[in-house]
């Protein structure tokens, strides 16, 4: 298994600019989840997922979508960067919503991403 | 809201036992983690207590659960240079977590 893939791995953009944070994981995970990471403070959910074809928002949705087509795939949109996404992002994934036996929750390496 | 507080530094001697704390206002969530961060890398998850738990140990880890005060801990025993990271409390389900700010842990000789 791959586990978690993120790509890019940095990005840097101009204000008005669009992209999309791609995410992926290979073991069949049901939910996934996008984070973003910023100097000094702990993870803040952006937005979520618990299968293909259903997202909800988390606790900093504004400026970013989100849509799940496959069980593996989960991208993250920005529609229109500005400098305040200037952040480091995270994508992880679980088989269920919390803790069973041996399962755990897998985090990709990240997408470092700069808005000038 | 929900809010996950840790102190943001601790510096311990190399073979000594660490103490990382923690404190949240949300009393309702089943579950507490805590996660390690290497520089440059995602979270990695070391373990987690179920709310009813008061105590858990897996290995050089005890977490320990105080629920009237609302206080999480985590010590690590034996402290190597591989243990210097950032931890981050969180708690909440796994996709829907609320973390803390982290700490830092600088170990040295």
């Known amino acids: 298994n791959a586990g978690v893939t993120q790509t890019p791995k940095f990005q840097v953009l101009k204000t008005g600019q669009s992209m999309t944070l791609q995410c992926a994981q290979d073991?069949?995970?049901?939910?996934m989840s996008w984070y973003r990471q910023d100097p000094g403070m702990g993870l803040r959910l952006i937005h979520y997922?618990?299968?293909?074809?259903?997202?909800d928002q988390g606790e900093v949705p504004n400026g970013y979508n989100v849509s799940r087509s496959t069980t593996e795939d989960f991208p993250l949109r920005l529609l229109s960067a500005a400098p305040s996404q200037t952040s480091v992002y995270f994508c992880?994934?679980?088989?269920?919503?919390?803790?069973?036996?041996?399962?755990?929750?897998?985090f990709g390496p990240g997408t470092r991403l700069t808005v000038l | 809201g929900e809010d996950v507080e840790q102190s943001l530094f601790l510096s311990v001697r190399e073979g000594d036992s660490s103490v990382i704390n923690c404190t949240y206002t949300?009393?309702?969530?089943?579950?507490l983690y805590w996660y390690k961060q290497e520089p440059g890398a995602g979270l990695q998850l070391l373990t987690y207590?179920?709310?009813?738990?008061d105590m858990k140990q897996d290995q050089r880890l005890t977490v320990l659960l105080n629920k009237k005060d609302k206080h999480l801990s985590l010590r690590i025993a034996d402290t190597q240079t591989g243990d210097s990271a950032i931890y981050f409390c969180a708690m909440g389900g796994y996709n829907k977590l609320i973390f803390g700010a982290g700490t830092r842990l600088a170990v040295h000789p």
């Open positions: 207590i179920f709310s009813n738990m």
């Open positions: 073991m069949n995970h049901e939910y």
């Open positions: 992880a994934s679980s088989y269920s919503w919390t803790p069973q036996g041996t399962d755990t929750q897998y």
């Open positions: 949300d009393s309702s969530s089943t579950y």
């Open positions: 997922s618990v299968g293909a074809g259903i997202t």
